[in-house]
């Protein structure tokens, strides 16, 4: 399952908690999981996930903080975490993302 380049699932409502185990998809570049019932937090260990470039996770239940670490997501260019129940600050280390083009935060 290394070798995954993209997971798309989305409006199939899929509950529950996302394994921590995806951080090891260091091949993977896009993750989509709009329109679940996706909860819980978002594991730290995605932060491990060097070559995604796309990250959406809009209109699920994620809770919690944004982990620091996407901070370090240098391929990052789309991140869209709106529509959850996310809660404190917004990362500062999401500043150093230089190739960030999108970034949606908004009704958490």
Same mark, same amino acid.
């Given at each position: 399952m290394k070798e995954l380049e993209e997971l798309w699932i989305t409006h199939t409502n899929v509950r529950g908690p996302l394994p921590p185990e995806w951080g090891s998809l260091v091949n993977l570049q896009q993750l989509v999981l709009e329109d679940n019932k996706i909860? *819980?937090?978002l594991p730290p260990e995605w932060a491990a996930m060097e070559?995604?470039?796309i990250m959406r996770l809009s209109r699920n239940a994620f809770s919690g903080p944004i982990p620091p670490g996407l901070g370090s997501l240098q391929a990052l260019r789309q991140l869209e975490l709106?529509?959850?129940a996310l809660t404190g600050a917004v990362p500062e280390a999401? *500043?150093?993302l230089s &190739? &960030?083009?999108t970034l949606h935060l908004n009704d958490n």
């Open positions: 909860e *819980g937090a070559n995604v470039y709106d529509h959850n999401l *500043g150093a &190739l &960030l083009e």
